[in-house]
């Protein structure tokens, strides 16, 4: 069965860090552009991060910059979201999207991306 796991969410103060995974099931990321979107609850979903199959280039919402690392190990089949001095507006599921390579750089679009993992929540909360 083909699946995108996403693990690693929970419960954090602000300034907190948390890191989150992104786990294949049944295929191979090493083909694939992988993404972190995320919705908050009332709001649209959006995109957070991505990183090219090969993994030489990374994309970020501005909301992300400076706070977020994308990373990647094809060899585990694994895609990484590391969040730091997180903020209680970075509360919402978060989710991990895979996609086909389309440009050497991956776009941080929901359109970019057909399959999806079920998603895990991230609390920022004192």
């Known amino acids: 069965q083909l699946q995108l796991v996403e693990s690693g969410g929970g419960l954090v103060q602000p300034g907190g860090s948390l890191r989150l995974s992104c786990e294949a099931s049944g295929f191979s990321l090493d083909y694939y552009d992988i993404g972190w979107f995320r919705q908050a609850p009332g709001k649209e979903r959006e995109g957070v991060s991505c990183i090219s199959a090969s993994g030489t280039h990374t994309n970020y919402a501005n909301s992300a910059k400076g706070r977020f690392t994308i990373s990647r190990d094809n060899a585990k089949t694994m895609v990484y979201l590391e969040m730091n001095s997180l903020k209680p507006e970075d509360t919402a599921v978060y989710y991990c999207?895979?996609?086909?390579?389309?440009?050497?750089?991956?776009?941080?679009?929901?359109?970019?991306?057909?399959?999806w993992g079920q998603g895990t929540h991230v609390t920022v909360s004192s």
């Open positions: 999207a895979a996609g086909a390579p389309l440009f050497r750089r991956c776009i941080l679009s929901l359109a970019s991306f057909g399959f």
